[in-house]
């Protein structure tokens, strides 16, 4: 059984920085397209990084145009961890933060999509403070 656990959201005033934690267990996580996700009240679920696992020949990380220079995806493969570090956060980027997990083999150019994900977290809310 997968199970993906979100940690690390809180609280922060505009400007600052927040590190959020994503435990996954029950796949082979290091070959395992990983991406983080946010829904802000009233409006739909969007994309905001995704990190390809180290079977992908491209490799990389990939970021919604908002957050790009700002927040940075990471992965702990030894943990089974994907991480997301958001730097220089601003109220709009207040949202529940939900973490996904690819289980088919997807283009690239799909892990924008939401319907590219098979398995999802529980989500954690960031609050950011003006």
């Known amino acids: 059984q997968v199970r993906l656990v979100e940690s690390g959201g809180g609280l922060v005033q505009a400007g600052g920085s927040l590190r959020l934690s994503c435990a996954a267990s029950?796949?082979?996580?290091?070959?395992?397209?990983m991406g983080w996700f946010r829904q802000a009240p009233g409006k739909e679920r969007e994309f905001v990084a995704a990190?390809?696992?180290?079977?992908?020949?491209?490799?990389?990380?990939y970021y919604f145009d908002s957050v790009k220079g700002r927040f940075t995806i990471s992965r702990d493969n030894t943990k089974s961890t994907v991480f997301l570090q958001m730097n220089s956060l601003k109220s709009e980027d207040t949202a529940v933060y939900y973490c996904?997990?690819?289980?088919?083999?997807?283009?690239?150019?799909?892990?924008?999509?939401?319907?590219?994900?098979?398995?999802w977290g529980q989500g954690t809310q960031v609050t950011v403070s003006s």
């Open positions: 029950g796949l082979i996580f290091s070959s395992t397209v």
């Open positions: 996904a997990a690819v289980r088919r083999a997807v283009p690239s150019s799909r892990w924008i999509r939401e319907s590219s994900y098979d398995y």
């Open positions: 990190i390809a696992g180290i079977t992908w020949s491209g490799g990389g990380t």
